[in-house]
């Protein structure tokens, strides 16, 4: 009776034994079973062009001009774009005929020199009357085979070309600039002694233009 009751009671042991084995068993395979899994997802987005151009001064005042004796001024025109390959800057004048009317008698005006054509170079050294216009430096790009040697505006190796009747590039810069860029522009004027006395003026209209 005693071996039947030892025996019963090592059972029970056995079995809860077992039980306690088989929950702790269980208990990792359900921490075992966690699963995961990834997934990217490409951003993407396109930046338009933006340009954006300024003058130092929208008033050029060339002063009061004895014929024979040349007057010069100039203008910083500042472009700022993030077009991946740059922009050309360009310019007319704005009346038909030429740039500066007499301001009493539009019929009255200042010779322009030759227009500036950017297909056909033909900006040439100072020599005789007329009005005339260089580009003597830039932070973006000079074209020195255009527009001569010079550095500054009164400099002797500048090559000047009169302003077009329409829009005529005058400096074209073909890469992305993080900052601003600046062109100056110098304008020189002389006058035959049989012009007639009194005010001048006349418009020039600058357009800054991305590259494609």
Same mark, same amino acid.
């Given at each position: 009776m005693n071996n039947t009751k030892n025996e019963t009671q090592?059972?029970?042991?056995?079995?809860?034994?077992?039980?306690?084995?088989?929950?702790?068993?269980?208990?990792?395979?359900?921490?075992?079973?966690?699963?995961?899994? #990834?997934?990217?997802?490409?951003?993407?987005?396109?930046? =338009?062009e933006a340009i954006t151009l300024s003058v130092d001064s929208t008033t050029v005042n060339l002063g009061t001009l004895t014929p @024979?004796?040349?007057?010069?001024?100039?203008?910083?025109? $500042?472009?700022?774009?993030?077009?991946? +390959? @740059?922009?050309?800057?360009d310019?007319?004048? =704005?009346?038909? =005929?030429?740039?500066?009317?007499? $301001?009493?008698?539009?019929?009255? +005006?200042?010779?322009?020199?030759?227009?500036? =054509?950017?297909?056909?170079?033909?900006a040439a #050294?100072?020599? @005789?009357? @007329?009005?005339?216009?260089?580009?003597?430096?830039?932070?973006a790009t000079k074209n020195t085979t255009w527009w001569g040697t010079g550095s500054a505006c009164d400099d002797s190796n500048n090559l000047y070309a009169g302003f077009p009747s329409?829009?005529?590039t005058i400096m074209n810069h073909s890469s992305y600039s993080p900052s601003s860029t600046t062109t100056s522009i110098c304008y020189k004027l002389d006058v035959p002694t049989t012009q007639r006395s009194g005010n001048y003026?006349? #418009?020039? #209209?600058?357009?800054?233009?991305t590259n494609p």
């Open positions: 090592l059972r029970m042991v056995f079995s809860v034994s077992l039980m306690a084995v088989v929950a702790s068993v269980a208990l990792l395979v359900r921490h075992a079973s966690a699963a995961s899994d #990834t997934e990217q997802v490409t951003l993407q987005v396109t930046v =338009d @024979g004796t040349p007057v010069t001024a100039s203008t910083a025109a $500042t472009v700022s774009t993030n077009a991946n +390959n @740059g922009y050309h800057l310019v007319k004048r =704005d009346d038909s =005929d030429t740039t500066m009317d007499h $301001t009493s008698d539009a019929t009255i +005006n200042i010779t322009d020199k030759t227009a500036w =054509d950017s297909s056909n170079p033909n #050294t100072w020599s @005789g009357t @007329g009005l005339g216009f260089s580009v003597y430096a830039s932070t329409s829009y005529e003026d006349g #418009t020039i #209209t600058y357009q800054a233009v």
